[in-house]
C-alpha cells in the first residue's frame, strides 16, 4: 500500500511564505511525475505545479515566480516553497503522485492523492 502524507500548511498574511512537504511512502514502486493541487469551497480542484522524474517543471500562470516545486528522489518526496502569498491563494493544497507500480509479474499506473493541508492566507 502507497501513502503520500502532507505537511506544512498554515496561517500566513499576504505576502508571506510557506513551505509544503509530501512523502510518499510503501513499497515496490517508482514515481513518474509528483504535483501539488488546490481548491477552494465550490470550486474544482486545480493544478498549481508539477514536477517530472527528470526535474521538468510546470506553474499554472497565477503563481509562476512566486512557488516553487522541488523534489527528492532519493526520499520520494515533493515540496512546493510558497512566497509572496495572496489571499486567493488561500485552498486546501493536495499532493499528487503518477506511481508505476510493481505487483508480481503485474506492473501498473496509478495516482495517489494526499490528505489535503489547508493554507490561508490573511489580508
Known amino acids: 500500500q502507497v501513502q503520500l502524507v502532507e505537511s506544512g500548511g498554515g496561517l500566513v498574511q499576504a505576502g508571506g511564505s510557506l513551505r509544503l512537504s509530501c512523502a510518499a511512502s510503501?513499497?515496490?514502486?517508482?514515481?513518474?511525475?509528483m504535483g501539488w493541487y488546490r481548491q477552494s469551497p465550490g470550486k474544482q480542484r486545480d493544478l498549481v505545479a508539477r514536477i517530472t522524474s527528470s526535474g521538468a517543471t510546470n506553474y499554472v500562470d497565477s503563481v509562476k515566480d512566486r512557488f516553487t516545486i522541488s523534489r527528492d528522489n532519493a526520499k520520494n518526496t515533493v515540496s512546493l516553497q510558497m512566497s509572496s502569498l495572496k489571499p486567493e491563494d488561500t485552498a486546501v493544497y493536495y499532493c499528487?503522485?503518477?506511481?508505476?507500480?510493481?505487483?508480481?509479474?503485474?506492473?501498473?499506473?496509478?495516482?495517489?492523492w494526499g490528505q489535503g493541508t489547508q493554507v490561508t492566507v490573511s489580508s
Open positions: 510503501g513499497s515496490d514502486f517508482s514515481i513518474n511525475s
Open positions: 499528487k503522485a503518477n506511481l508505476r507500480l510493481d505487483r508480481g509479474s503485474i506492473s501498473y499506473n496509478a495516482a495517489y
